[in-house]
């Protein structure tokens, strides 16, 4: 059974995962990982701030494939 959820996550929760984003930054030694966790934190500091964010779009069951 599937478990949907339809809620849109809230400023906060893109706030916590910039903020864990920045973190998993600062513990890595690669560069180029630090780099994508950076890029990451900075676009959900974008969402946190401007809640311009679109809920998932739920598939109904007459449109999964298989």
């Known amino acids: 059974m599937s478990q949907e959820n339809n809620r849109t996550p809230s400023p906060d929760y893109f706030a916590a995962r910039a903020v864990e984003e920045r973190r ?6 690669d560069a180029r990982a630090r780099a994508a966790h950076l890029e990451l934190a900075e676009r959900y500091a974008v969402l946190a701030r401007s809640g311009d964010y679109d809920q998932p779009e739920v598939i109904g069951e007459q449109q999964r494939a298989g």
Request: glycine residues 0%; neutral net charge.
């Open 24 to 29: 998993l930054a600062m513990a890595t030694t």
